[in-house]
Nanobody, 129 residues
């Protein structure tokens, strides 16, 4: 059974950093692409980042709103994907979710929920002064 568990959320001041983790079980991470999404109250779920899972090609994708501040990475040995979030802003708070696509590449529509097959429960990120 495929299972994803997010962790690492919390509350930080503007400009602060958090590292989210997405631990997978029931599947082998290097056979899938993994995405991070976020959803703030009253807003639609937004694609944040995606990483192609391959032993030789970890191609990454980012939403314009987080490019240069967030970094996605993976540790296949730990079956875990990370989202390092730096320079957090007031517009970043949301519940952050990871999700898998049952293929090794992200694709042109990685930022939409449609391609994803399984989702985690989410972890809350808050930015406040």
């Amino acid at each position: 059974q495929v299972q994803l568990v997010e962790s690492g959320g919390g509350s930080v001041q503007p400009g602060g950093s958090l590292r989210l983790s997405c631990a997978g079980s029931g599947f082998t991470l290097d056979n899938y692409a993994i995405g991070w999404f976020r959803q703030a109250p009253g807003k639609e779920r937004e694609g944040v980042s995606c990483i192609r899972i391959s032993t030789s090609d970890g191609t990454t994708y980012y939403a314009n709103s987080v490019k240069g501040r967030f970094t996605i990475s993976r540790d296949n040995a730990k079956n875990t994907v990370y989202l390092q979030m730096n320079s957090l802003k007031f517009e970043d708070p949301a519940v952050y979710y990871c999700a898998i696509i049952e293929r090794t590449w992200c694709g042109a529509t990685w930022f939409t929920a449609g391609p994803y097959d399984s989702w985690g429960q989410g972890t809350q990120v808050t930015v406040s002064s």
